[in-house]
């Protein structure tokens, strides 16, 4: 069942808490989900350069 049909009004959440929670919610996906992420994303575009590592860019996509 929906949240708000548990009160008779159907003001479960006055809409300021709501908002807080709102905000809340976007501030810790952003750091548990987003900045961690950054690193991973950018290893993809960076690693390659790496001159300590296999040369993957420039190799073939198919070898026979």
Do not use: C
Request: net charge neutral; glycine share 6%.
């Amino acid at each position: 069942m929906r949240l708000n049909l548990i009160e008779p009004q159907g003001a479960l959440l006055e809409p300021a808490t709501y908002n807080k929670l709102f905000s809340m919610h976007g501030i810790i996906m952003v750091f548990l989900f987003m900045i961690p992420s950054i690193p991973a994303v950018l290893g993809n575009f960076l690693r390659p350069y790496d001159d300590r590592g296999p040369a993957t860019w420039l190799s073939p996509s198919s070898t026979f």
